[in-house]
C-alpha cells in the first residue's frame, strides 16, 4: 500500500511525498471491433455472483471472510531465494487476466498469481499458482506522485484458468459510474490485521462505506491529493486497507445483485493505516473502462 506523508512542491503543483510499500524485501520498501468491452466480456462469462455467498452483516471491524466467498480475489506473490510471498492482492477479471494496482508491480521481480486461495500458509484444493505472461502498468503512472492516480495494472497469465466454486470473475463496474456517499462495499485482502502487524492467514473482509468525493475532498480528509480518478472509503479510524492489501479489490452490490469491483487499493495515510478522516484510497475502476479494454486488446 503507497503511504502518503508530507507536502512536497513539484512542478505540476503541490504534492505528496509518498512511499509505496508492498510487502517486499526491507530494501524494496524506501486490433478489431468484435473485441467485446470489458464490462461485457465479464459479464458474457459470467462474474460477480460467487457460488458461496459472502458474509454481509454490518460488521464494522475486519473478520475472516467465509472461504472462497470472494471467488476473484487472487494472491499476487514473489519469489525470494526459492520462497513464495505473498506482497499484493488483485481481482480476476477474466479467464486470463488479473487487475491489480501499479505499485504492486516491480519488472525486476518474478511473480506467480494464486486463484482460489483463501488460507495462504494451507495447500487448499481447488487453488492453482500460475505465473504471469505480461505485465501491463498504466503508462501515466508515476512511483513518484501517487496522488497523480493512475494507479492500474494489468497481468496476463501465462495460461487460462477453470472456472470453479472457488475461482470466479468480477465484474467491471459499468463507465463512469460512481458510487453514492455511504455506498456499502467491502474491502477484502492479506493485509497486515494493524499498522505494523502481521500479515493474515486467512483472507479477511471488512464492511467500508464510500465516502464521496466532496467529502474526501476536504482540507480536513484528503483535500488536494484525491482525485476524481479515485474512490475513497472508511475513515472511521477503525477499518482500512493496509500493506499487503495493496492491489485488491473495493467490492461493491449492485442493484442486480451483482458484485462489480469498484476500487483497486491504492494509498493510505502516513499517520497509520485506520486514521480518522483518511480513508483508505483506491483506484476508481469506472474511470479506467477503456484502458482495461485497449490493454487487453493490444496484448
Not at 49 to 65: F, H, S
Request: hydrophobic share 40%; glycine share 10%.
Amino acid at each position: 500500500m503507497c503511504v502518503l506523508s508530507k507536502w512536497v512542491w513539484h512542478p505540476l503543483g503541490l504534492t505528496f511525498k509518498v512511499r509505496c510499500v508492498t510487502l517486499l524485501p526491507s530494501r524494496q520498501d524506501t486490433m478489431i471491433a468484435i473485441v467485446l468491452a470489458s464490462v461485457l466480456l465479464a459479464s458474457a462469462l459470467g462474474c460477480g455472483r460467487p457460488p458461496i455467498e459472502p458474509l454481509t452483516t454490518r460488521v464494522v471491524n475486519g473478520v475472516d471472510a467465509t472461504p472462497h466467498s470472494w471467488p476473484w480475489q487472487i494472491s499476487l506473490q514473489y519469489d525470494k531465494n526459492g520462497e513464495w510471498r505473498h506482497t499484493c492482492g488483485g481481482s480476476l477479471i477474466a479467464t486470463n487476466w488479473v487487475m491489480t494496482a501499479a505499485h504492486c508491480v516491480n519488472p525486476s521481480l518474478s511473480y506467480r498469481v494464486f486463484v482460489g486461495k483463501h488460507n495462504l500458509v494451507e495447500n487448499e484444493a481447488g487453488s492453482q499458482a500460475i505465473i504471469p505472461e505480461k505485465l501491463i502498468v498504466h503508462e501515466k503512472w508515476n512511483p513518484i506522485f501517487v496522488a497523480f492516480g493512475n494507479d492500474i495494472a494489468l497481468i496476463k497469465l501465462s495460461e487460462h484458468v477453470t472456472l470453479i466454486d472457488h475461482v470466479q470473475l468480477g465484474c467491471i463496474p459499468p463507465a463512469g459510474i460512481v458510487l453514492e456517499n455511504n455506498y456499502s462495499c467491502y474491502i477484502t485482502g492479506w493485509g497486515r490485521l494493524s499498522t505494523g502487524g502481521p500479515i493474515a492467514d486467512n483472507l479477511q473482509q471488512a464492511l467500508m462505506p464510500v465516502v464521496d468525493h466532496a467529502t474526501c475532498s476536504k482540507p480536513d480528509w484528503w483535500g488536494v491529493a484525491l482525485r476524481t480518478t479515485m474512490v475513497c472509503a472508511g475513515g472511521d479510524g477503525v477499518v482500512a486497507g493496509c500493506n499487503g492489501d495493496s492491489g485488491g479489490p473495493l467490492n461493491c452490490q449492485n442493484p442486480e445483485g451483482a458484485w462489480e469491483v469498484h476500487g483497486i487499493a491504492s494509498f493510505v495515510s502516513g499517520l497509520g493505516c485506520n486514521f480518522v478522516r483518511k480513508p483508505t484510497v483506491f483506484t476508481r475502476v469506472s474511470n479506467f473502462n477503456d484502458w482495461i479494454d485497449q490493454a487487453m486488446m493490444n496484448n
